[in-house]
């Protein structure tokens, strides 16, 4: 009797400790999963609430960080930066950032130049990064990227330093001169010498007042909002008449062929002012009794047809070191020369960005003492409608077998005899 009731008691004391130490383990269950479950790149539990959603829609690169300065959440676009490796913040000055507004609670701003990782390229990465407490233990870091808006920006200011100093050249004569004209009222024969020279600077002055214009529209524009099937020969009979006085002072002859039957897609206005500004710098840059020759023909090309027009001179030609820079504003291969013939240096950019609204290209080959060939090539009619337009544009020189047509020591190969035109 004593036994059983010994055996009795032993088995409630052994069943209740049993279910003691079940509810127990339970608890712990339940303690364990209720805490928030942490990797090495991201926390999404221990973010308040909609925070989360407001990181997904923002478009700077975003990275938050806990207390151990371990990454709780961070963009795409923070990786692709470089901001973050292997869960941690890679970049030490934001880190000690975001530890000193961890410390006091203070949003912090700072810029910073950050070296490109993996590009192999040496110039810098611009940031903007901005520190802010996100909670009581997190911290929020936004960073902006502004190497693009840094680079606008430059050539903003070198744009605006080029167009003042180039327009205080003619405004600077012509205030000079006219105090000439009024020292020299009673000599009518510097009174006239100087009035001419003022007409010169006058319309020099008009002619870069016209092409700033013109490069603000074709830089804004888009082309194909007012586009036609625009016939080649329209276009180069336009440069051609375009150009007959300069060319007849200096008792130069054009030459066209193989423009029949060609036509591109486009701008009628745009092009024809591209067009004409290659053959008035093959005029301008020709020796007196000279060949300027206009030649096109009909390419094939994975995307579609292209059609190519070549403007040749034989003159001075153009060396290897300026080659990669005459497509921009203002460049001058010979500023003493470009002074003389009028030009402003914003020709050939016009060219290049028609070229490039229109889903085409400008190529340039030359050699010193040898003469240059522009060519120009445009979608043909018809099929830039399902071309993508190129984004970026490189003026690349073409070597000596790939050069288009020679220049006029020889005929123009490949084509029909050119049209002199007088």
């Keep these: 009797m004593n036994v059983d009731a010994a055996v009795a008691a032993m088995a409630a004391i052994a069943g209740l400790c049993t279910g003691v130490f079940a509810m127990l383990a339970f608890r712990w269950s339940e303690r364990d999963q209720a805490k928030p479950t942490r990797t090495s790149l991201h926390t999404e539990a221990v973010l308040p ?6 990181l997904s829609v923002l478009r700077s690169s975003a990275v938050v960080l806990d207390e151990a300065d371990t990454v709780v959440k961070a963009s795409s676009a923070a990786y692709a930066l470089g901001l973050v490796r292997g869960g941690r913040l890679a970049v ?5 950032m975001a530890r000193d507004t961890r410390r006091d609670g203070e949003i912090r701003q700072v810029e910073l130049d950050l070296p490109r990782r993996g590009t192999g390229r040496g110039d810098a990465l611009a940031v903007s990064a901005r520190v802010a407490p996100l909670g009581s233990r997190l911290v929020l870091l936004l960073v902006e990227d502004l190497t693009e808006a840094r680079r606008i920006e430059a050539v903003r200011r070198d744009f605006v330093a080029n167009v003042s100093h180039e327009l205080k050249t ?8 006219s105090e000439a004209v009024m020292d020299a009222s009673d000599d ?4 006239t010498r100087f009035a001419g020279r003022m007409q010169n600077e006058a319309t020099r002055l008009t002619n870069l007042v016209q092409e700033l214009i013109d490069l603000s529209r074709v ?24 150009c007959r006085q300069q060319a007849g002072t200096k008792q130069i002859t054009i030459a066209a062929g ?12 745009q092009l024809a002012a591209a067009l004409g500004n290659l053959v008035e710098n093959a005029v301008n840059y020709s020796p007196a009794r000279t060949r300027v020759g206009i030649a096109g023909r009909r390419v094939t090309a994975p ?3 292209l059609i190519e027009i070549a403007v040749t001179d034989q003159g001075i030609g153009i060396s290897e070191k300026d080659r990669d820079r005459i497509f921009e504003r203002f460049y001058r291969v010979d500023p003493a020369r470009s002074r003389a013939t009028g030009g402003t240096g914003l020709g050939l950019a016009i060219v290049k960005h028609v070229a490039a609204s229109h889903g085409g290209e400008v190529t340039v080959w030359s050699a010193e003492g040898q003469g240059s060939t522009f060519t120009l090539r445009l979608p043909e009619a018809g099929a830039v409608r399902d071309r993508e337009r190129p984004s970026d544009l490189t003026a690349e020189g073409l070597d000596d077998e790939d050069r288009p047509y020679e220049t006029f020591n020889d005929p123009l190969p490949a084509h029909p005899a050119p049209e002199v035109l007088p």
């Excluded at 030490?92 to 000690?96: K, T, V, Y």
């Excluded at 193989?258 to 206005?269: E, Q, Y």
């Design 49 to 54: 609430p909609g925070v989360d959603t407001v």
């Design 170 to 177: 003619p405004v600077g004569a012509l205030s000079l001169l």
């Design 188 to 191: 009518p024969e510097a009174v």
């Design 219 to 242: 830089q804004n524009d888009d082309p194909l909002e007012d586009s036609e099937p625009v016939p080649v020969d329209e276009l180069v009979a336009e440069a051609v008449d375009r």
């Design 303 to 305: 995307g579609g047809d």
């Design 92 to 96: 030490e000055p934001m880190l000690q």
């Design 258 to 269: 193989g423009t029949a039957d060609l036509t591109v897609w486009g701008n009628r206005g």
